[in-house]
């Protein structure tokens, strides 16, 4: 599936912080593969203390990213973890259309 930066971003701050090995593990391997290239920095033109600006972010061209079933089952249990708690923002909403 396509992914751009501000999905990634937020899908990164979404994923768990804990949780039993394969978890822990599976998310090391999802932040590995959802980090912002240097490549793609570049492109952007981000320099060090430089403020996000939401809209090049949202231009920036997308990735093309592969989840396996475990990786996606993660990503559902995180963002439903956060629909239970009623935290979910209008930010979330791309990524449930993703994943859920």
Same mark, same amino acid.
């Given at each position: !599936?396509? !992914?751009g930066v !501000?999905d ?10 804990? &949780? ?11 932040? *590995?593969?959802?980090e912002?290239?240097?490549? *793609?920095?570049?492109?952007? &033109? $981000?320099?060090?203390?430089?403020p ?14 592969? /989840?396996?079933?475990? *990786?996606? &089952? ?10 239970k *708690? ?9 990524? $449930?259309? !993703? /994943?859920?």
């Amino acid at each position: !599936m396509e !992914m751009g930066v !501000m999905d990634r971003l937020i899908l990164l701050n979404t994923l768990p912080k804990q &949780g039993d090995i394969v978890t822990v593990r599976v998310v090391r391997e999802l932040r *590995e593969k959802l980090e912002i290239a240097a490549d *793609e920095i570049a492109a952007l &033109g $981000w320099k060090s203390g430089d403020p996000i600006n939401s809209k090049t972010l949202e231009a920036a061209e997308k990735k093309e990213l592969e /989840f396996g079933k475990v *990786e996606q &089952g993660i990503i559902k249990n995180a963002l439903g973890n956060l629909d239970k *708690e009623k935290k979910l923002t209008e930010e979330h909403i791309s990524l $449930w259309d !993703m /994943f859920c």
